[in-house]
């Protein structure tokens, strides 16, 4: 009897549904669990004393008072950390960020010792009692200056090698570059001196935080011969392996486990609070909670300052023929991941277009501010907002409409990008026009009246999906047929274990509010390289589908051994109690996915170096005031390529939501810095995010009719892909609402009215 292991009695599809989120309902009950809310017996509360200088050389911490202090348990300074961990430094790139200060700190906000009370107001208080003794020294803040600077944030460095991507990671010596990617395509040389046109520009991007609604938060549980980690994290696997080395254990005393999370956007990637946390509670023998206030968030990870020159060489017709890209990224005083954003982003600077002649230089620079990483977009909104603003400059020189000089230029599917790697199922163009349909870009717009004008802009960006990388599920089957389906992708509210539950459904035969979700626990479920860069809809959605067929296999295989029909997922449970004599017994299905990638050769280049691409992009139109520079949103279109949406519902929202974040860097958010490198708006009382008054009353998705051919029923990813266009669309917007050109984000009034008033030659003074 030959059983058919793909069989299914569901006759109706999961992909596709418009489903709500299976957490929903707790979340808005306030049932969710959240790491933030744990709270452990004997627990202590841990509260940081941090540095108030750039650079300085550390010459003495005065705990005395402090430890004194009626409910102060301990006072933990570097020394103490050494006495557990000789070499405290982690992370994934580099080994270079040290869990307490030790002789020097490096950043404004980095942490230098710990107070640990009973209660966290008493720990605050008593932080405030440390006295430490600096001796400052020079420091650097600008990523280009830092680049050629003398004045050194890290004197060696020692490269993580735990990712095969960055293995040959070294960091330039005696200086302040930890990774230096390039590029080379073609003859740029010959292109420049045949052009009939050159275009020369330099754009700037700020610095900005991640402000998830739940702040950072671990809690660190010793236990007999081994740790339980309770932590807010976007990837648990990565806090076992690294807590595992700094320890010196084998990774089955390390156990992590992580909640649903309330925000991420790369702020709560690889490891952050978790050394921290996890040497206090084994010098405390006690539980410890590590949480930030939101003003401390500031001082641990943030998205990379830029600064990014780009120069095109253009034909009579319009066509790029040649461009050479600089990009220098401003990464703070410590790497995190720093150099995989200066690279998977860096190869794409030169733009979504067909270019011959292309050399790239992409830079990740120590300075003296506050780390940089991971952040929504993982580097791509610095470059696009770069490269299609110049798109639209060179348009407009050549009298070109900005859209035909897009369509020109456009990188088609079959052609090789830069890279080496042919473009496949990426609509690039599809996404372009479908951009324009909306706008209804081949209408006249209405123009606006007295010092009211209006104009509309066209942004387009794409991003290479972060690759190698690994995801493994799990699917268990019961006794009596239901399932539970185990991975280490973590819900941070882009409801994957909802996506993920539709795809082993589907896979099944089965509705996916039948597939119960385990959250992530590294002693229950597989690895999982990290929930980061819109790689987890296709990474976990194709190892979830591969979980699903290999346990539909075993059960093919085991209603042949019985000499059973079987007709799907529906059977379980009666080939298990036939078997068994009872509903036992446990069938485990087993996914995993790594899909193939060739590193860059010595000229940046491979034939393949992403799995897939994802597009967006977005039309905006806009009315300044020409006599105080303010201006509204009147129209935004936000439209992606993702593949087959898994759930259109959420993809939906995961476009707006993307596109609203990227809003807030273009006109509301920046961290302030003074001379010394002092944070002046470490608050929401001064650092503005977005509200519902920024967002424009015509406010539209759309994701194309598209598909991924490698992906989990035609899926990729999609949590980024609104953001890219957005920034350089507001500029060309208001580029055509009044003639002037901003070159640095944010875009605020008083940077709109300055320009106006040199387009008059004028100044604010006059």
Avoid at 97 to 113: D, N, T
Avoid at 129 to 146: G, R, T
Avoid at 463 to 481: E, F, H, M, Q, Y
Avoid at 648 to 677: N, W
Wanted: aromatic share 6%; proline share 6%.
């Amino acid at each position: 009897m030959t059983a058919n292991p793909n069989a299914t009695l569901s006759p109706e599809p999961q992909i596709g549904r418009r489903l709500d989120r299976l957490e929903s309902v707790a979340k808005v009950t306030g049932a969710a669990d959240y790491t933030h809310n744990l709270e452990l017996p004997r627990m202590l509360h841990a509260k940081v004393v941090r540095s108030p200088h750039a650079h300085a050389r550390i010459l003495g911490i005065d705990t005395r008072e402090a430890a004194a202090m009626p409910g102060v348990v301990h006072v933990v300074t570097a020394r103490e950390v050494m006495r557990l961990i000789p070499d405290p430094h982690y992370g994934p790139a580099f080994h270079d960020q040290p869990i307490l200060a030790i002789e020097k700190v490096r950043h404004v906000g980095e942490p230098v010792a710990v107070v640990l009370a009973n209660d966290p107001h008493v720990a605050e208080a008593a932080a405030g009692l440390v006295i430490v003794d600096y001796e400052v020294l020079p420091a650097v803040f600008d990523e280009v200056e830092a680049a050629a600077s003398k004045v050194l944030v890290h004197d060696a460095l020692k490269p993580a090698g735990t990712f095969p991507d960055l293995k040959h990671l070294a960091g330039r010596k005696g200086t302040n570059v930890a990774l230096d990617y390039h590029l080379r395509h073609g003859d740029v040389d010959k292109a420049f001196a045949e052009a009939a046109h050159v275009f020369d520009h330099t754009f700037k991007t700020q610095q900005v935080m991640h402000v998830p609604m739940e702040p950072m938060v671990t809690v660190a549980e010793p236990q007999d011969g081994g740790l339980l980690i309770h932590t807010a994290s976007q990837s648990p696997s990565f806090v076992r392996i690294e807590i595992a080395r700094l320890l010196g254990w084998p990774e089955n005393r390390v156990q992590v486990k992580t909640r649903l999370l309330g925000g991420g956007f790369g702020a709560k990637l690889y490891i952050k609070l978790e050394a921290l946390a996890v040497a206090l509670a084994l010098i405390a023998r006690r539980p410890v909670r590590v949480a930030l206030t939101m003003e401390e968030q500031f001082y641990t990870i943030t998205k990379h300052a830029t600064t990014f020159r780009i120069r095109s060489a253009v034909n009579a017709e319009g066509r790029i023929t040649g461009r050479r890209c600089e990009v220098w990224w401003n990464g703070g005083a410590y790497a995190d991941i720093g150099p995989r954003v200066t690279q998977k982003s860096g190869f794409t600077a030169g733009g979504p277009y067909d270019i011959a002649n292309l050399d790239i230089d992409s830079y990740q620079v120590y300075t003296h501010l506050p780390p940089a990483g991971a952040f929504r977009g993982f580097g791509i909104t610095q470059v696009v907002w770069g490269y299609e603003c110049q798109a639209d400059l060179i348009a407009r020189e050549l009298g070109m409409d900005p859209l035909d000089f897009r369509r020109l230029n456009l990188l088609e599917n079959g052609r090789p990008h830069a890279t080496g790697t042919v473009m496949k199922d990426a609509a690039l163009r599809l996404v372009l026009d479908t951009v324009a349909k909306r706008m209804q870009w081949d209408r006249p717009i209405e123009r606006g009246t007295g010092t009211l004008r209006r104009g509309r802009g066209i942004g387009l960006g794409f991003k290479a999906l972060v690759a190698p990388t690994t995801s493994v599920a799990t699917i268990n089957l019961g006794g009596d047929g239901s399932c539970v389906l185990l991975i280490s992708t973590v819900d941070m509210g882009q409801a994957s274990d909802t996506a993920m539950a539709m795809v082993a459904a589907d896979a099944l035969g089965l509705k996916a509010e039948q597939i119960r979700v385990v959250h992530p626990d590294t002693d229950v479920t597989p690895y999982d390289m990290a929930t980061l860069g819109s790689r987890s809809t296709f990474h976990m959605g194709n190892a979830v589908k591969l979980a699903a067929q290999d346990l539909l296999a075993q059960l093919a295989a085991l209603a042949d051994e019985l000499g059973q029909p079987f007709n799907g997922i529906a059977d379980a449970g009666a080939l298990l109690r036939k078997k068994y004599g009872m509903p036992a017994g446990t069938l485990v299905g087993t996914g995993t996915f790594m899909p193939p990638y060739q590193s860059p050769d010595a000229d940046g280049r491979s034939p393949d170096i992403t799995p897939n691409w994802m597009i967006g992009g977005t039309g905006v139109e806009v009315e300044v005031d020409t006599e105080t520079g303010h201006f509204r949103l009147l129209r935004i279109e936000n439209v992606v390529d993702c593949g087959t949406p898994l759930n259109p519902k959420v993809v939906e929202t995961q476009i707006s939501g993307a596109a609203i974040m990227q809003l807030g860097m273009v006109h509301l958010e920046k961290m302030a810095f003074d001379a010394e490198g002092r944070l002046r708006n470490a608050s929401f009382s001064e650092y503005k995010i977005p509200g519902i008054h920024d967002i424009p009353e015509h406010f539209g998705c759309e994701a194309v009719d598209a598909q991924q051919g490698t992906g989990p029923y035609g899926a990729k990813g999609l949590g980024e892909s609104g953001c890219f266009g957005v920034a350089s669309a507001v500029a060309d917007a208001i580029h055509d609402a009044v003639g002037v050109r901003l070159f640095s984000l944010p875009i605020t009034p008083e940077a709109v009215m300055r320009a106006l008033l040199a387009q008059r030659g004028e100044s604010l003074g006059d």
